[in-house]
């Protein structure tokens, strides 16, 4: 219940903020959000990278260079569908931001698609 308030006001934030942008704004907040997420991407990436690292420490084992690849393989593209690509797709975003600026919808539904 907490998380449904929370999307709610998070709504009426995103509302209340921009009722008065034009376009090129919105399309510069996207811009923006988009760049977060790109760094947030490298973040993820990284913390794969510890956690197979950590793996590897935790069983007393050395990893072969498949296995590693294999490993990374596996949890980047699930690591950014769980923080990044969900929200991304989630139907209140979609639909508050499709209602906000229907282009700048199209532009975030591309990049959610490249992340699944």
Known sequence: M??????????LMVESLSRDLDA??????????LEIGGMLDGALAQQVEF???N???ATGRSLSV??????V???????????LGS???HPKF??????????AAERVAKVAEALS
């Open 66 to 71: 498949a296995e590693r690849e294999a490993f």
């Open 24 to 33: 090129a704004a919105i399309d510069a907040a996207v811009s923006e959000y």
């Open 55 to 57: 793996l590897a420490r």
């Open 87 to 89: 929200g991304m797709t």
């Open 2 to 11: 907490e998380e449904a308030q929370h999307a709610k006001l998070d709504t």
């Open 94 to 103: 979609v639909g508050t931001l499709t209602d906000l600026h229907p282009a």
């Open 73 to 83: 393989r596996a949890q980047v593209p699930g690591q950014r569908w769980t923080y």
């Open 51 to 53: 956690d197979v690292d």
